[in-house]
């Protein structure tokens, strides 16, 4: 079979370790990394294994990775845990407006709190402007970050982590990326074919769900006196040009 390993840092090599202890030594694996670290250690992991093939893209970008385009896959292993800022956050950061901030901060950060989330983005702000000649580097933005949550010194929080996770996530299009993996995921899956997510933020979770949701089928014992209107709004499937997507999605278990 044919398996794709997708994942940033440490994970994506010690990840294919764990999927080979499952499959066939005949399996062959597409190891995808999300950034340059993770590129380093899956090439150096791989370099004397021929049934590992390894490659790097954006997460949205994935299915169209040229390793994926001999087969159908077998079974895919999406892990969102372990990514780092991108390069630009420190580009992003010199020039984004405390209003920005605050917006961002309230989506994006897994904290039902948007007073708080508020009060940082300008505490934020203002750090980010004494230090702006020196913000140069993500290092340095996260310093910045640091800095800010050490200035608000509120034991409610939030964390520098989580402050740092929500701008990552808006600066990734964590979501958005993530659903357009899934897409061309499920257009290469063979049948009965599995695809696992782990997900380390709840707003990932919850879209993945929408997803499932979204291109689930139905049973049609089950639905057979409802009326199309409820069909149509539970089962978004059932409006889809078979043509076009010859398939669906069903939650399981690992």
């Given at each position: ?61 994935i299915a169209g990775s040229t390793w994926l385009q001999s087969g ?105 990326e993530l659903e357009r993996a899934l897409l061309g995921i499920f ?68």
């Open positions: 079979g044919l398996y794709l390993v997708f994942g940033y840092g440490n994970t994506l090599a010690s990840n294919i370790r764990a999927l080979q202890a499952r499959i066939s030594a005949h399996s062959s694996i597409v190891a995808i990394a999300g950034d340059k670290r993770a590129l380093r250690l899956t090439q150096a992991f791989a370099r004397r294994k021929k049934h590992i093939s390894v490659d790097a893209c954006h997460l949205g970008d159908q896959l077998t079974g895919a292993f999406l892990d969102m845990s372990g990514a780092s800022l991108p390069p630009s956050t420190a580009a992003w950061l010199r020039t984004v407006s405390s209003q920005t901030l605050k917006e961002v901060l309230v989506e994006h950060g897994e904290r039902d709190d948007p007073l708080l989330w508020a009060r940082l983005a300008y505490i934020l702000a203002f750090e980010r402007d004494r230090k702006k000649t020196e913000l140069q580097t993500t290092l340095q933005a996260v310093a910045v970050v640091e800095a800010a949550i050490r200035e608000l010194d509120d034991p409610a929080g939030p964390s520098a982590k989580l402050t740092i996770d929500a701008l990552r996530a808006y600066l990734r299009s964590e979501d958005h257009d290469r899956l063979r049948w009965n074919g599995r695809c696992i997510v782990s997900c380390p933020r709840r707003s990932l979770t919850a879209m993945v769900r929408r997803f499932t949701r979204s291109h689930e089928d139905c049973d049609p014992a089950l639905v057979k006196d409802w009326p199309s209107w409820k069909l149509s709004a539970l089962y978004p499937l059932l409006a889809q040009d078979l043509s076009t997507q010859p398939w669906c999605v069903a939650e399981g278990s690992i």
